[in-house]
């Protein structure tokens, strides 16, 4: 009976899966809270995820889809609900 080893990850890709966590949380406050100061910040987080790479890439890459989602409808919120964008 023979096992293979777990891969150990690498800190950076540690670090991706609490970026794009990160990016993933901030995108959807953004939505109820000035969206133009927050979800940009949340997407470049999320790229950042997504350029490290590693075992947490799909969710990194979740996280750009949220972000970009969250981006047209906290902007169609705030202009229906006469909130301010900044």
Do not use: C, D, K, N
Request: charged content about 10%.
């Amino acid at each position: 009976m023979s096992a293979t080893p777990h891969p150990q990850s690498r800190p950076a890709e540690t670090v991706a899966s609490f970026l794009a966590a990160a990016g993933i949380f901030v995108s959807l406050v953004g939505i109820a809270y000035r969206p133009l100061r927050l979800i940009p910040f949340a997407i470049l987080l999320s790229l950042i995820a997504v350029g490290i790479g590693g075992r947490s890439e799909r969710l990194a890459t979740y996280a750009v889809a949220i972000g970009a989602a969250s981006f047209a409808i906290g902007l169609a919120v705030a202009v229906i609900t006469s909130h301010p964008l900044w």
